[in-house]
């Protein structure tokens, strides 16, 4: 006899439970946001062979096996090997899933299933609440006013800064902090540069502190700075401003990956400087990534001329 709908759908809850936890393992990798087509084609492919197998060996999923049911032909027989399989799939004419003599008690069998379909969908909701906590672009950032800092009011200001010029900006930089001397150093890379530098590496201390003052680029396709701050501070989570913070932000991110961190934060800071012209004053995009023992924190200034340009600062938690 053809089990119930309500035990085939029971059936059919418990085994998503279980394909969507494999899809946590193996489509989330830490070093992108999303999962690209390859790791996408390993998870339909091991889900696909997972069920066949079972059906094979087994007359039956894991969420069949659960309820007590099993996979049978017109005749009231198990059905195994190829045949079940093929039956798993829609392709054997006659199959159909039922509960064969012997099996547990169909009231045991359905708060078994009941619980382990529980348990799967608690599961799920956890490991995708994870992920949305490890995808800083999906935050809520705050409006963050950062207070103005003028090198001049500092009394050793001759001895202890020197103007110095890093791509775009002239300004002045420390020589000394906190009693040690700071270096300023250029990666090597091989070749020439297409126009500047990839980067200026500042290190003060014989710690894994050092501060990457990176080139300035121009993100395809421009930027809407009102709306990119909308999107952080209003919480955007239309296809828009998705699509925005990606294509604005995406290239920051990707580098932070390597840190595999576990807390992220996003703001949108302005550094209120009336010695400026509005125009100039410093803002754009903080983020910050901690794994509990490295941390970078991350400025990504929006330039007056539209490009972008990333402060980024490593240092122990």
């Known amino acids: 006899m053809r089990a119930p709908l309500t035990q085939r759908a029971l059936a059919g809850v418990v085994d998503l439970g279980w394909e969507i936890s494999l899809a946590w393992l193996l489509l989330l990798d830490p070093s992108s946001a999303y999962p690209g087509l390859g790791r996408l084609s390993v998870w339909l492919l091991t889900v696909a062979a997972a069920r066949t197998a079972s059906c094979a060996a087994f007359s039956g999923t ?142 003060w201390d014989s710690g894994e502190t050092r501060l990457a003052i990176e080139g300035p680029h121009t993100p395809s396709g421009g930027i809407d700075e009102h709306k990119l701050k909308s999107c952080i501070v209003d919480g955007g989570y239309t296809p828009a401003c998705a699509s925005l913070k990606q294509r604005v932000l995406g290239d920051d991110v990707a580098r932070m990956r390597s840190l595999h961190a576990s807390r992220w934060t996003i703001r949108w800071f302005e550094v209120p400087n009336t010695a400026l012209p509005e125009n100039e004053r410093p803002h754009g995009v903080y983020l910050m990534g901690s794994n509990g023992k490295m941390v970078q924190e991350r400025y990504v200034l929006i330039t007056p001329s539209g490009a972008l340009q990333a402060l980024a600062l490593d240092h122990t938690d």
């Open 62 to 203: 894991f969420g069949h096996l659960l309820c007590g049911l099993r996979l049978m032909d017109s005749t009231g027989e198990r059905l195994t090997g190829l045949e079940a399989a093929a039956a798993a799939w829609g392709f054997q004419r006659g199959g159909f899933l039922g509960r064969p003599a012997g099996v547990n008690s169909g009231k045991i069998a359905t708060a078994t299933a009941s619980l382990a379909a529980l348990a799967g969908v608690l599961l799920n909701v956890a490991a995708g609440l994870t992920w949305v906590r490890a995808q800083p672009l999906l935050l809520r950032g705050i409006a963050w006013q950062v207070p103005v800092f003028q090198a001049a009011a500092d009394p050793l200001y001759q001895r202890s800064w020197a103007v110095l010029p890093f791509f775009y900006a002239v300004g002045p930089w420390p020589k000394r902090y906190m009693g040690d001397p700071v270096f300023y150093t250029l990666p090597y890379s091989k070749g020439p540069p297409k126009q500047f530098p990839s980067k200026v590496l500042v290190r």
